[in-house]
């Protein structure tokens, strides 16, 4: 199989179990799942997103490739190519469905992960290569695939690279730039200097306030979140319709022409109204998960946190870490 991505460029994939497991339904269906939600992220009316395909199957297929680049085992790298087939239409808008927890989180996908790949045709292919699915669903088997943060992982680096790529935050040399500076070893990412972990870091979290927790993806995830909510109270689509794609769900919701209800909220979710902070008079009280990493280094011969070098990193990263909350007040647009 020839495959070109975003980070590693033209590549050839196969083997025989990775190529069956990107030819199943549940990874196509994620061609069809934008990674950013119902449209490119809100993030500030001059940002536009670069013209790379940013829907949840490049995401995975890139997990898959940074796991490989590095030696992981093949298990390994089928738990990261797979890890993203639980997410429903609109990704993490999905989460805005469930309450403010997985609002904090964005863990909806997580929760529902050994159910959904239970009952799709994963295990059948699995097993006609000899893995075990209990095996493949157990993370801490895969300690290159998912840590908790502040710690690097390979979805991390892999979505860090692809949406600073995307909204052209680096380039193409820079992201290169980074990948030749890290390793992994005994089951950790490094970087080999102080100066390119902290580099990374700096980035992370530019896109963890700029993009990922912004005020602008606030209203994007949470309005989303809102018709999608009240379309499935009204009948208009079904838990099921939720893992179809973005397309399939919302052409069922707009064909609903007599809810009221939700003619207003499909204003606010495709950006009717202007919108500003307030916390005194708002519309909606949302959050967004926020992150921030604290990547190990090679410096002076040890292996050792950005922080342990840099007292002034950890505090950044605990500030980092905390969900952002959100007031929204709509206005009528001039």
């Given at each position: 199989?020839n495959y070109r991505?975003?980070?590693?460029g033209s590549v050839q994939?196969t083997?025989p179990v990775?190529?069956?497991?990107?030819?199943s339904t549940?990874?196509?269906r994620l061609?069809?799942v934008?990674q950013y939600?119902?449209r490119p992220?809100w993030?500030?009316?001059?940002?536009?997103?670069?013209?790379?395909?940013?829907?949840r199957?490049?995401h995975?297929v890139?997990v898959?490739?940074?796991?490989?680049?590095f030696?992981?085992?093949?298990?390994?790298?089928i738990a990261g190519l797979?890890?993203?087939?639980?997410?429903?239409?609109?990704?993490?808008?999905?989460?805005y469905?469930?309450g403010?927890?997985?609002?904090?989180?964005q863990?909806?996908?997580?929760?529902i992960?050994?159910k959904?790949?239970?009952g799709?045709?994963?295990p059948?292919?699995?097993e006609?290569?000899?893995?075990?699915l209990?095996?493949?669903?157990?993370d801490s088997?895969?300690?290159?695939?998912?840590?908790?943060?502040?710690?690097?992982?390979a979805?991390?680096?892999a979505?860090g690279l692809q949406d600073?790529?995307?909204?052209e935050?680096?380039?193409?040399s820079?992201?290169k730039?980074f990948?030749?500076?890290?390793?992994?070893e005994d089951?950790?990412w490094f970087?080999t200097?102080?100066?390119?972990a902290?580099?990374?870091?700096e980035?992370?979290?530019?896109m963890?306030d700029?993009?990922?927790?912004s005020?602008h993806?606030?209203?994007e995830?949470k309005?989303?979140?809102?018709?999608?909510?009240?379309s499935?109270?009204?009948?208009?689509i079904?838990h099921?319709?939720?893992?179809?794609?973005?397309?399939?769900?919302?052409?069922k919701i707009?064909a609903?022409?007599?809810?009221?209800?939700l003619?207003?909220?499909?204003?606010?979710m495709n950006a009717?109204y202007?919108?500003?902070?307030?916390?005194t008079?708002?519309?909606?009280h949302?959050?967004c998960k926020?992150?921030?990493?604290?990547p190990?280094?090679?410096?002076?011969g040890?292996i050792?946190r950005?922080?342990?070098?840099?007292p002034?990193w950890?505090?950044?990263?605990?500030?980092?870490l905390?969900?952002?909350?959100?007031?929204?007040?709509?206005t009528?647009?001039?």
């Open positions: 199989m991505d975003p980070i590693h994939i083997d990775i190529v069956e497991l990107i030819e549940p990874l196509q061609k069809r934008d939600g119902y992220l993030v500030k009316p001059d940002v536009k997103i670069g013209p790379l395909d940013s829907s199957f490049v995975s890139g898959y490739l940074l796991l490989r680049r030696g992981a085992a093949l298990d390994e790298q797979i890890h993203d087939v639980s997410h429903t239409a609109f990704s993490h808008c999905g989460d469905i469930f403010e927890e997985n609002e904090k989180r863990h909806f996908q997580d929760s992960f050994e959904f790949v239970t799709s045709e994963i059948t292919i699995l006609k290569y000899g893995f075990d209990a095996e493949i669903l157990d088997h895969f300690p290159l695939k998912e840590r908790l943060l502040p710690d690097l992982c979805d991390r680096i979505y600073a790529l995307n909204f935050e680096i380039n193409r820079q992201a730039g990948l030749e500076a890290l390793r992994a089951g950790r970087f200097s102080l100066a390119r902290r580099e990374f870091a980035l992370f979290l530019e963890s700029v993009y990922w927790a005020e993806s606030a209203v995830l309005t989303v979140g809102d018709v999608l909510r009240h499935l109270e009204q009948g208009h079904t099921d319709d939720l893992h179809t794609t973005d397309r399939e769900v919302l052409d707009t609903a022409k007599n809810d009221g209800r003619l207003e909220l499909l204003k606010r009717e202007s919108f500003v902070s307030d916390r008079q708002y519309d909606l949302t959050f926020s992150r921030a990493v604290d190990y280094c090679m410096h002076e040890r050792v950005v922080s342990d070098v840099d002034e950890g505090p950044i990263v605990s500030n980092g905390e969900p952002k909350e959100h007031f929204i007040k709509f009528p647009r001039v």
